[in-house]
Nanobody, 120 residues
């Protein structure tokens, strides 16, 4: 059993910053890609950022230059530093991990989500 638990969400004013964390635990052999997604009310879930286990990153155009994904492989944790937040960043943020529970067993696991609200 594998769990991903996000933390760090909250209410912030426009222009402010938040740092999200997502810690994976359980029967983990290794984790390949880890990513962040978000879902705003009435909209589909969208991809935000991705980081490989080697540290290569990619960010959606809508957050490029403002958000930064990083990870600590020793802690099985992925982070999302969010700066210059805008009201349109308001959403539930989810992390996803491409997790191997053994050398032959692999699947995606999702966290439960953390709410980010950007409002004055």
């Amino acid at each position: 059993q594998v769990q991903l638990v996000e933390s760090g969400g909250g209410l912030v004013q426009p222009g402010g910053s938040l740092r999200l964390s997502c810690a994976a635990s359980g029967s983990i052999f290794t984790i390949y890609d880890m990513g962040w997604y978000r879902q705003a009310p009435g909209k589909q879930r969208e991809w935000v950022a991705l980081i490989t286990n080697g540290g290569n990153t990619n960010h959606a155009d809508s957050v490029k230059g403002r958000f930064t994904i990083s990870r600590d492989n020793a802690k099985n944790t992925v982070y999302l530093q969010m700066n210059s937040l805008k009201p349109e960043d308001t959403a539930v943020y989810y992390c996803k991990g491409d997790v191997y529970t053994s050398s032959w067993s692999r699947r995606d696991y999702w966290g439960q989500g953390t709410q980010v609200t950007v409002s004055s």
